[in-house]
């Protein structure tokens, strides 16, 4: 059964920098592609950063490149997104998601197996 677990979230000061991870189970992390996504309130839901199965193919949203790495330890399965220079516009549930092809996707509709997400707020 393919799960995910986020954590990291919380609140984090403008400026500041986080590391969410993405602790997977039921597959292994290097055999696919798994992204990192965001939904703010009243928003749809928008990629953050992608990684396909060959970890040197790396994906970034504009508001986020240049501040953002996702990375991967295959020994814990488990994916991470850092963060930093955060900004109140990053406030968003995050959420880790898989479709089970090797290569990222640009359509939402093709990952179908998601975390449950944690809650990032920056504020002062």
């Known amino acids: 059964q393919v799960q995910f677990v986020e954590s990291g979230g919380g609140l984090a000061q403008p400026g500041g920098s986080l590391r969410l991870s993405c602790v997977a189970s039921?597959?292994?992390?290097?055999?696919?592609?798994i992204g990192w996504f965001r939904q703010a309130p009243g928003k749809e839901r928008e990629a953050v950063a992608c990684?396909?199965?060959?970890?040197?193919?790396?994906t970034y949203e504009d508001a986020v490149k240049g501040r953002s790495t996702i990375s991967r330890d295959d020994a814990k399965n488990t994916v991470y997104l850092e963060m930093s220079s955060l900004k109140a516009e990053d406030t968003a549930v995050y959420y880790c998601?898989?479709?089970?092809?090797?290569?990222?996707?640009?359509?939402?509709?093709?990952?179908?197996?998601w975390g449950q997400g944690t809650q990032v707020t920056v504020s002062s």
């Open positions: 990684m396909s199965i060959n970890s040197n193919f790396k």
């Open positions: 998601a898989t479709g089970l092809d090797r290569y990222c996707s640009d359509h939402l509709s093709a990952y179908t197996y």
């Open positions: 039921g597959f292994s992390v290097d055999l696919y592609a």
